[in-house]
Nanobody, 126 residues
Framework: QVQLVESGGGLVQAGGSLRLSCAAS????????VGWFRQAPGKEREFVAN????????HYTDSVKGRFTISRDNAKNTVYLQMNSLNPEDTAYYYC???????????????????WGQGTQVTVSS
């Protein structure tokens, strides 16, 4: 059974940085798609970034390009989201998710993922 555990959230001032971690068990991050999503109060859960397959392909939503970096440590079976230049609009609950192979999927939608973590809160103060 796949389990994903996020950590690293917290309160940070605008312009600051945080690094989120997603530790996986029961599934190998390098053989799946692993994505980060976020959900602000009253809003839909939205895609942030993903890293896919052994090649480590990455994709970001436009609003975080150049500020966020997704990476992974295969030895630790952990995926990271380095978040720099944070602004209040980044405030949300952040979730990681793991998805099995689906031909033709971009893994930019929550329906592409099979397993979810419990999330971690990120709050950016102005």
């Amino acid at each position: 059974q796949v389990q994903l555990v996020e950590s690293g959230g917290g309160l940070v001032q605008a312009g600051g940085s945080l690094r989120l971690s997603c530790a996986a068990s029961g599934g190998t991050v390098s053989s799946h798609a692993v994505g980060w999503f976020r959900q602000a109060p009253g809003k839909e859960r939205e895609f942030v970034a993903n890293i896919r397959w052994s090649a480590g392909f990455t994709h970001y939503t436009d609003s975080v390009k150049g500020r966020f970096t997704i990476s992974r440590d295969n030895a630790k079976n952990t995926v990271y989201l380095q978040m720099n230049s944070l602004n209040p609009e980044d405030t949300a609950y952040y979730y990681c998710a793991m998805g099995r192979l689906r031909y033709g999927s971009s893994y930019n939608d929550k329906s592409d993922y099979d397993y979810w973590g419990q999330g971690t809160q990120v709050t950016v103060s102005s």
